[in-house]
């Protein structure tokens, strides 16, 4: 057995059982789909941001596009969450299925997301880089829920295809990047590949 394959620490004593997976693959997946997702809003931008070919024509693929952000980012999240359970066994104020679960909680969604990120972050070595988690949940904000909120009680209108809500999306995609980097090479398997978007 390699060592991504048996429970390590007190986890190994007690249940329920975790074993140590390597977070390298679902990270490069995760950040190939974030990237590509990131590219787009750049091509909206660059060729016209509503008036986009890509708008008028492919909106149905951006939107099986997001989806599959969503589900393989959600894939890593659970893999490094259950990982950090491993490397701080009792540590966490929550259990490994709301790495999945509080992304669709209404109103805890807005931060308990952050929280665990902050948590699985101090698993995998000294607290630092807060910052960074910071950064990338307060643009996730302006680009979600906060967006869906001023356009529709500010400027009435449901139109998010302006330059500004794709130059959101895409400084999005850059900080989710760097976040999933950060995280996984903190945990053993590190560092990994990524994709360099600046």
Avoid: K
Wanted: hydrophobic share 50%; with cysteine.
């Amino acid at each position: 057995m390699n060592q991504y394959n048996v429970p390590v620490g007190e986890a190994a004593l007690r249940g329920p059982r975790y074993l140590f997976r390597n977070p390298a693959g679902p990270a490069v997946v995760a950040q190939a789909f974030i990237g590509t997702s990131g590219l787009v809003d750049l091509y909206v931008i660059l060729t016209g941001g509503a008036d986009s070919p890509l708008v008028t024509e492919g909106l149905a693929w951006i939107g099986v596009l997001q989806v599959t952000c969503w589900i393989t980012f959600l894939f890593w999240f659970h893999r490094v969450r259950c990982n950090a359970e491993v490397l701080a066994p009792g540590s966490h104020r929550y259990a490994p299925a709301f790495a999945v679960g509080a992304w669709i909680i209404p109103l805890a969604m807005w931060w308990l997301p952050r929280r665990i990120t902050l948590d699985i972050r101090r698993a995998g070595g000294a607290p630092r880089d807060t910052l960074l988690i910071n950064a990338w949940w307060f643009v996730w904000l302006c680009d979600g829920p906060l967006s869906v909120a001023v356009h529709h009680l500010v400027l009435h209108h449901t139109d998010f295809h302006t330059p500004m809500d794709h130059g959101i999306g895409l400084l999005c995609s850059i900080l989710a990047i760097a976040v999933v980097r950060r995280v996984t090479a903190d945990q053993p398997a590190g560092p990994l590949p990524y994709f360099n978007m600046t």
